[in-house]
């Protein structure tokens, strides 16, 4: 750097301004000398290591002064704005020994602003201090001054400190300034006699002073006296005003090398540094809540001290600039040490920025850069190198444990699909090492397929007639239906099973299945809608004298074989299967039968094989298509929208008016079209979103009916809501009602009305121990949820049972002389009065749903 130049630099926003003031010839203005203040914005880059230059600015001066120099540049914030903006404050002599200060903001378009001037007869040096707003405070001779840019005036302090050590901004009071205030005897009050208050007199030395209040506001609990003569620097850490009082946490640095941490005016800490004369110390918040002290000596060293136990963390020497924030973007601090490089001019060009943590980048200087990078280069390539063989070798052994768990599955599942279709299941000795047993021990005995499983299995062309399946947006629904010996089974699931590769383990498809009812030409059965009951239920009367009634008395009846369809499906995503390009599914039917107690059994029922290909959803093969002038052909679509689209069941209730707009609602608001083969289903062909949506609608009273929308999605379904809302009379309401929870109400009411029986006729033991079984049976079918049909039908057919032996017992006592004591007619009384209230409960909720 020339004579003639001068440079500065501090940090902003994790960058890096240099100024740099230097004379120089412009060509549109002649030979005439300008002075040309420059701006460089570096930013530090990671992946070499360097700093680089962002953006520049410059700014000329163009009046004739002479002997420029920079004062000093830092941040401060602008009392318009409140934000904190670089300032670099520069001097210049005019004639007759007047000096010109000047103030310039950099705003983040490089562009300087004149924010602040001013003219003294006296030359500051290192006394200036420049505060928010901006405001410059100096000293001359023993008194000191500021100004600031709101008033544009010099203005004397009252106070008459000897120094100034901090001067910053408390909340609700202002800007403050810390320092040591002149004592004389007289006007302090000090005497050679020891006062009440030692402690108050002795901090007197230091005092608070508010510059908008112009007046002390704290002169006890700073820094004890006997640490004055010594202190050097003082940074104020946290303010609290106590009861009116005003409560510091600060750090002092002294004479004798030491950082002193003062707690209301009590020093906590003391750390021996391990340079001398320090002069400035500055915070740094490295994260996690670890604050660190950073120490500068006027002998270009540096070091830093933990907060949190006073300990020096590092030290450096031949330091020439210490500057702290976050230049690497990490959202916490780092120190930025610059070397002195008497080889290079530029001032970033030996530098280390350190988080005294996991970040370090150091840059001495191009020699060192490379034997640096050159020695880590090779470290980390030794590290990765050895992790790399580490990590090969646990992939290795995964790769074996996984290659045998495949080959087992893959085996078993041979045996299985072997066992399914009724092949041979034998194995070689080699593939039976493979196979493990699911449960019991080995020597337990093993049945054949012949002597045991044939029982389970059945032939497929027995029970299913067809297998049928579509895509429906983005899923595949698969159905199946079957023949009339299916009506009666309690529980059947369907589920899919992609076909893979012999030496690769196979898939199980993820599924729902559902089981659809549906009716020809009546109303769908039990199971599919909540029934049409109320409280005549219970109403009705059994009979034990005649067969024709006692038959007339069972709850509920089965379906006709020929008046209902049943078909069971199952629905899967299709983007995970597509990810195959072609794939194909195996259809596997299971039937679980409950026989007496508490056994089952299960039936597997191979239906067959499906395949689907993109070259098929491309050329719409297995698309649903509905025609919008025809009617629909197909009935498989009818049934897929049934099990693909979500169900929401309503009861809609009128008291004033007779629900006759339903029909003109469905009929003619939603363009439906009545199914032929099964008339309660109505499909929407409305253009727009209500599309392909299916409607149930079953009128139990003229004021009272059951709806059921099957809807593609929740808004289609609160669409046909609304639009329902418009045509229905005015005070009808809407009732959410889950599917399958009459039918649980129903069985419950039918157990009640049976332990009436029970009680009535518990004149003997046998009819008391039925009592008993029938009781715990009741307890039992509560706990059974409300939507699982094969409860229903176990209910059913205990109501029967024990139907069967009531009448038994009742035909052998008839025309007997019946008679019971006292005590046993009051207990049989109290029972039957507990049983017909419950029974009188589950009716009102039958007729309330």
């Known amino acids: 750097m020339s004579s003639n130049e001068q440079e500065r630099l501090f940090c902003y926003n994790g960058e890096v301004l240099v100024f740099r003031l230097s004379k120089g010839n412009f060509v549109d203005e002649g030979p005439t000398k300008t002075t040309v203040l420059h701006v460089r914005r570096m930013v530090f880059d990671r992946g070499t290591g360097v700093f680089v230059q962002k953006s520049t600015g410059f700014f000329r001066i163009k009046e004739e002064y002479s002997h420029l120099r920079i004062i000093g ?58 505060l928010n707003g901006p405001l410059v405070l100096w000293r001359h001779v023993q008194t000191f001054f500021y100004i600031s840019s709101q008033t544009g005036k010099v203005v004397t302090m009252s106070i008459k400190f000897s120094s100034i050590e901090w001067a910053g901004e408390i909340e609700n009071v202002g800007m403050v300034l810390l320092g040591r205030k002149r004592c004389n005897l007289s006007e302090e009050g000090c005497t050679l006699q020891p006062s009440k208050s030692d402690y108050a007199t002795w901090n007197t030395q230091f005092c608070v002073y508010s510059l908008e209040r112009e007046e002390v506001i704290s002169d006890t609990y700073i820094i004890p006296p006997v640490y004055t003569s010594v202190i050097t620097c003082v940074h104020v850490c946290a303010t609290e005003i106590v009861n009116n009082r005003l409560r510091m946490s600060l750090i002092a640095l002294t004479q004798k090398n030491q950082l002193i941490s ?26 996690g809540g670890d604050l660190l002290f950073v120490i500068s000596f006027r002998a270009s060293d540096a070091c830093a001290v933990w907060e949190k136990n006073f300990q020096v963390a590092a030290k450096w020497e031949k330091v020439s600039s210490v500057l702290i924030d976050d230049f690497l973007g ?48 090779v470290f980390l390539a030794m590290i990765f190198l050895y992790t790399l063989q580490v990590g090969l070798v646990s992939v290795q052994e995964l790769q074996q444990h996984l290659l045998l768990k495949e080959k087992i599955i893959s085996k078993s599942y041979k045996a299985l699909m072997n066992l399914f279709q009724g092949k041979d299941g034998s194995t070689s000795s080699a593939e039976e090492e493979c196979l493990a047993t699911l449960c019991g021990e080995e020597e337990n005995p093993v049945y054949t397929f012949d002597e045991k499983l044939s029982d389970n299995f059945q032939d497929s062309e027995q029970l299913v007639e067809k297998i049928w399946y579509r895509v429906i947006e983005d899923s595949l629904v698969v159905g199946v239906k079957t023949t009339s010996l299916m009506v009666s089974l309690n529980h059947v699931t369907l589920s899919l099973s992609m076909d893979q590769a012999p030496n690769c383990s196979f898939l199980l498809i993820k599924c729902q299945s559902r089981v659809i009812k549906l009716g020809r030409k009546s109303s769908p059965v039990p199971g599919s809608v909540p029934y049409e009951i109320g409280s005549e239920v219970k109403k009705i009367k059994l009979s ?102 979500q169900r929401a069941c309503f009861q809609i209730i009128s008291p004033s008016y007779a629900l006759t707009s339903m029909k003109v609602w469905l009929l003619e608001h939603m363009e439906c079209e009545v199914i032929k083969e099964f008339p309660e289903i109505c499909f929407c062909k409305r253009p727009g979103s209500f599309y392909g949506t299916l409607f149930n609608w079953k009128q139990r009273t003229p004021f009272e009916g059951i709806l059921i929308v099957y809807s593609r999605n929740q808004t289609v379904l609160f669409q046909c809501l ?92 008839l025309g007997t002389n019946l008679k019971v004591s006292g005590a046993l007619y009051r207990e049989m009384t109290l029972k039957l009065a507990e049983v017909q209230l419950k029974s009188d409960l589950a009716a009102q909720k039958v007729t309330d749903l």
Request: with cysteine; glycine share 4%.
């Open 262 to 287: 003062f707690q209301n005016g009590t020093p906590k800490s003391v750390c021996q540094l391990p340079f001398g004369d320090p002069c400035a110390v500055q915070l740094m918040d490295s994260g």
């Open 544 to 645: 034990v004298d005649s067969e024709e009634e006692k038959e007339e008395s069972i709850v509920s009846v089965q379906p006709s074989e020929k008046e209902h369809v049943q078909i069971i499906t199952a629905v899967t995503s299709l983007s995970p299967l597509l990810a195959f390009g072609n794939f194909c599914c195996t259809v596997l039917l299971q039937i679980r039968e409950r026989e007496r107690g508490n056994h089952s059994a299960t039936r597997y029922v191979q239906c067959g094989r499906i395949a689907l290909s993109l070259e098929d959803l491309s050329s719409g093969k297995y698309l649903l298509t509905f025609p919008k002038k025809k009617p629909i052909e197909h009935m498989e679509d009818v049934f897929a929208l049934l099990a693909a689209w």
């Open 330 to 377: 990490t959202g916490t601090e780092q120190v930025l040490l610059l070397f002195k490089d008497p080889l290079n001019s530029d001032c970033l060009s030996s530098f280390k920025i350190t988080d005294l943590d996991n970040l370090n980048y150091s840059v001495k200087n191009t020699e060192l850069l490379v034997r640096s990078v050159s020695f880590e280069i």
């Open 722 to 813: 609304h639009n329902l809302s418009s045509v229905l009379p005015i005070n009808s309401f809407f009732k959410y009602l889950k599917l399958g929870s009459e039918d649980f109400l129903i069985g419950h009411l039918g157990l009640t009305l049976e332990k009436e029986l029970v009680i009535l006729g518990s004149f003997s033991s046998a009819l008391v121990k039925v009592e008993s079984n029938l009781v715990q049976s009741c307890e039992a079918s509560k706990d059974k949820t409300s939507g699982d049909m094969a409860a229903l039908s176990d209910i059913e057919e205990s109501i029967h049972a024990y139907r069967k032996e009531l009448q038994r017992e009742k035909k052998q006592k």
């Open 73 to 130: 540049c830092n941040c401060v914030s602008d009392f318009r704005t409140g934000i904190n903006l670089p300032y670099i404050m520069l001097q210049c002599i005019k004639k007759s020994n007047v000096f010109r200060y000047f103030l310039l903001f950099l705003h983040s378009t490089n562009k300087f602003e004149k924010r602040l001037s001013f003219s003294l007869h006296c030359e500051l040096k290192d006394s200036i201090r420049v």
